[in-house]
């Protein structure tokens, strides 16, 4: 695949999909939801069908951009929890 088609680019999106979710539920509870998210990266850099390498950095660091767009909100706290604990992966 290519970077700008590859697995990394299905993660991303998951996580801003996540982060919406977050932001609508107050209910949701932050910690949970990142574990669940990490895990998910975990299984796709697990998987010998890509070549991951940088698969974590390149989400990381969109959604680290994303983040500083986002403002004060709920997202943001989200997105700023999946790139803390993506920090130190890949």
Same mark, same amino acid.
């Given at each position: 695949?290519?970077?700008?088609? *590859?697995?990394?680019?299905?993660? &991303?999106?998951?996580?801003?999909?996540? /982060?919406?979710?977050? !932001?609508?539920?107050?209910?949701?509870?932050? &910690?949970?939801?990142? #574990?669940?998210?990490?895990?998910?990266?975990?299984?796709?850099?697990? #998987?010998?069908?890509? +070549?991951? #390498? #940088?698969?974590? *950095?390149?989400?990381? +660091?969109?959604?680290? /951009?994303? /983040?500083?767009?986002? *403002?004060?909100?709920?997202?943001?706290?989200?997105?700023? /929890?999946?790139? !803390?604990?993506?920090?130190?992966? *890949?």
């Amino acid at each position: 695949m290519t970077t700008a088609l *590859g697995p990394h680019v299905q993660m &991303a999106e998951l996580a801003r999909h996540l /982060a919406l979710m977050y !932001e609508a539920d107050k209910n949701l509870d932050l &910690a949970q939801l990142v #574990s669940h998210y990490v895990e998910e990266v975990d299984v796709n850099v697990q #998987s010998d069908v890509f +070549d991951h #390498s #940088s698969f974590v *950095g390149r989400i990381r +660091d969109g959604l680290a /951009a994303e /983040a500083t767009l986002a *403002g004060d909100c709920r997202r943001r706290d989200y997105l700023l /929890a999946v790139v !803390e604990a993506l920090d130190g992966r *890949g």
